[in-house]
């Protein structure tokens, strides 16, 4: 079965501009979570996003929005970009948000902010 | 407040040598999962080992072993006759069930194998 898929893999944005990274879970899955990844830190939680609705959302200003179809995959969008915005942005996906379940990591996107 | 802590920052060992990568972790919850995570170059998170909050057991897996203690809020990995293949950053994380689920992770430790 394949894993949980993201595109595109690298993406070069200049600041202001706008830009959408998505996400296919694991056949099965559905429940989405996004992460960003700051150089030289550790992954931080953005959104998990379950049936389409948003159950959680971390600490990232409203310029980060996300949302998810039918067929659970997920689109995460941030507008206004920021230099401070250039990060490895990490999908997760999970069977559903009811008691434990693993998140399986796809490969990330890596966005730069110039 | 939940928080992972990794306070080494970068570990340099040579080939062989046994390495423990420390994780403390701060959370009111009674039920919490800790996981380990390997970080290759490529950047995508390989799982290493998942552990219950109500699990105590250590744990050994090949050349890896992990040693969880509630009474002192630390879940650290060792890593015995390192190999250069080991070279990686490595992130502790605590599993969050209550509310939205999500992973907090530690800043990460960097490990360089040298041959």
């Known amino acids: 079965d394949a894993g949980v898929t993201q595109s595109p893999t690298h993406l070069i944005k200049t600041r202001g501009q706008q830009v959408t990274l998505r996400c296919s879970p694991i056949s099965g899955h559905k429940s989405v979570s996004w992460y960003q990844q700051v150089l030289g830190q550790g992954p931080q939680f953005i959104f998990q996003y379950y049936e389409k609705e948003e159950r959680g959302r971390g600490n990232f200003p409203d310029r980060f929005s996300a949302r998810q179809f039918p067929n659970y995959s997920s689109e995460l969008n941030v507008n206004a970009l920021l230099l401070g915005d250039s990060a490895l942005y990490l999908c997760?996906?999970?069977?559903?948000?009811?008691?434990?379940?693993?998140?399986?990591f796809g490969p990330g996107t890596r966005l730069t902010v110039l | 407040a939940q928080k992972v802590t990794q306070a080494q920052t970068e570990i340099s060992v040579v080939e062989k040598e046994d390495v423990t990568l420390d994780c403390v972790y701060e959370t009111r919850d009674t039920t919490y999962y800790l996981f380990w995570y390997k970080q290759p170059p490529s950047g995508e998170l390989v799982f290493l080992i998942r552990?219950?909050?109500?699990?105590?057991q250590n744990e050994i897996s090949g050349r890896y072993s992990w040693n969880f203690q509630k009474s002192t809020s630390s879940f650290n990995f060792t890593i015995t006759a390192s190999q250069v293949v080991d070279s990686a950053v490595y992130f502790c994380?605590?599993?969050?069930?209550?509310?939205?689920?999500?992973?907090?992770f530690g800043q990460g430790t960097r490990l360089i194998i040298n041959p």
């Open positions: 997760a996906s999970s069977a559903n948000p009811g008691g434990y379940n693993e998140q399986f």
């Open positions: 994380a605590l599993f969050i069930i209550q509310g939205a689920q999500k992973l907090v």
């Open positions: 552990r219950n909050s109500f699990d105590e």
